[in-house]
């Protein structure tokens, strides 16, 4: 693996990145599922809440670079259970937000820190379009000359996943510290999460 990192084109790794950095200005379903985790939990869960849309990544890469990700793919039924399986999830995030307990103080900090990361994984995991992404992404910037293309599948998924860590968990904190600044108004800020988890769960089941 190290060997086939030293053998890549600094130039490919600048190009791969310069294209990420895009993706993430991009307004998505990562971003909207992070600042809505932030706006829920507060900065810290809007940061794991980006960690764990990073892990999720991982597993698709993983499958990506093992060739899993290829027959589910070509599989439509399956794409279809795993992304109706994914809209209920969001849909059910929506209304626990919608009747969360406006009292940001009576929350245990650690658990919605663990709650909002379990809830990144998860819902990253259960969206076939990552994988769909990730097949049609990842490999523009391989080349077979110069090693596996599969080691080069994940040393790429590691820099996009770090990216998003960075990228997505600075809305999520940003939108958890501008949420802190009025408290007053939690059940509001509870109120606009479940508004974007349910269009997140609206856009997955439709598209």
Request: charged share 10%; hydrophobic share 55%; proline share 4%.
């Amino acid at each position: 693996m190290i060997e086939t990192f030293l053998a890549m084109d600094p130039w490919t790794f600048a190009t791969f990145i310069g294209a990420s950095f895009l993706l993430y200005l991009t307004p998505g379903a990562d971003m909207m599922f992070t600042i809505a985790s932030g706006v829920a939990g507060g900065p810290r869960a809007g940061l794991a809440a980006a960690a764990g849309i990073s892990l999720g990544v991982m597993v698709h890469v993983g499958l990506a670079a093992a060739g899993l990700a290829v027959l589910v793919a070509a599989s439509p039924a399956l794409l279809d259970g795993v992304r109706y399986a994914g809209a209920a999830y969001l849909a059910y995030l929506a209304y626990a937000s919608w009747t969360a307990d406006p009292d940001i103080a009576t929350r245990k900090g650690r658990s919605d820190v663990w709650r909002a990361f379990r809830r990144g994984f998860l819902t990253n995991l259960m969206n076939p379009k990552v994988v769909l992404f990730i097949l049609a992404f990842l490999p523009q910037f391989t080349d077979p000359a110069i090693g596996p293309v599969w080691q080069q599948i994940v040393i790429l998924g590691v820099i996009l996943g770090i990216g998003g860590i960075i990228t997505d968990g600075t809305y999520g904190v940003f939108a958890g510290l501008m949420a802190q600044r009025v408290r007053k108004s939690a059940g509001t800020m509870n109120k606009i999460s479940a508004v974007i988890f349910g269009g997140l769960a609206a856009r997955l089941a439709i598209n």
